[in-house]
């Protein structure tokens, strides 16, 4: 068996990736397992701009020379990225079995959503409020137990 493995995204592109570095995708660990070892892994679900960040993400994290305090400045660095990319890589992070990029892709929402109001949420993730008065109305009404939560 080769010490690389090569993926190939949603839209036909190719990378090639240390096998030690992919282990923490477990979906394509078991793809690899099942297969001779040699051919390229297709990885339907996931664009190739996507893909190329979640091999970034998967190498660095394969780095044991970096020290923890770095693996974090990396991390914080790395979601730097426009709100639609954080939607994909948590997607991909699912598909793809990858808890360690989840957990980041799902920090950088979670931070989005305790440090902005609504009006600037759906801004933030271009999210059209399309909802009647009505709608509004009754939404408020079903989760008034959950503004009483929030006073206590």
Same mark, same amino acid.
């Given at each position: 068996m080769s010490d690389? /493995? #090569?993926l190939v995204s949603e839209d036909g592109q190719t990378f090639e990736s240390k096998? $030690? $570095?992919i282990? %923490?995708?477990q979906t394509v660990k078991y793809a690899i397992e099942a297969s001779s070892g040699n051919e390229a892994v297709p990885v339907g679900n996931v664009k190739g701009d996507v893909l190329r960040k979640v091999?970034?993400?998967c190498e660095f994290n394969a780095d044991a020379t970096k020290t923890e305090d770095e693996k974090k400045a990396w991390k914080n660095e790395y979601i730097k990225v426009e709100p639609q990319v954080i939607v994909q890589l948590l997607l991909a992070a699912d598909f793809l079995d990858c808890p360690?990029?989840?957990d980041v892709a799902s920090q950088a929402v979670i931070? /989005?959503?305790l440090t902005n109001s609504? $009006? #600037? %949420?759906l801004e933030h993730f271009k999210i059209k409020a399309d $909802?009647?008065?009505a709608e509004k109305k009754e939404v408020r009404a079903s989760s008034a137990w959950c503004e009483e939560y929030l006073k206590a």
């Amino acid at each position: 068996m080769s010490d690389t /493995v #090569k993926l190939v995204s949603e839209d036909g592109q190719t990378f090639e990736s240390k096998r $030690a $570095a992919i282990e %923490i995708l477990q979906t394509v660990k078991y793809a690899i397992e099942a297969s001779s070892g040699n051919e390229a892994v297709p990885v339907g679900n996931v664009k190739g701009d996507v893909l190329r960040k979640v091999l970034d993400f998967c190498e660095f994290n394969a780095d044991a020379t970096k020290t923890e305090d770095e693996k974090k400045a990396w991390k914080n660095e790395y979601i730097k990225v426009e709100p639609q990319v954080i939607v994909q890589l948590l997607l991909a992070a699912d598909f793809l079995d990858c808890p360690q990029l989840l957990d980041v892709a799902s920090q950088a929402v979670i931070d /989005v959503l305790l440090t902005n109001s609504p $009006a #600037k %949420i759906l801004e933030h993730f271009k999210i059209k409020a399309d $909802a009647s008065e009505a709608e509004k109305k009754e939404v408020r009404a079903s989760s008034a137990w959950c503004e009483e939560y929030l006073k206590a």
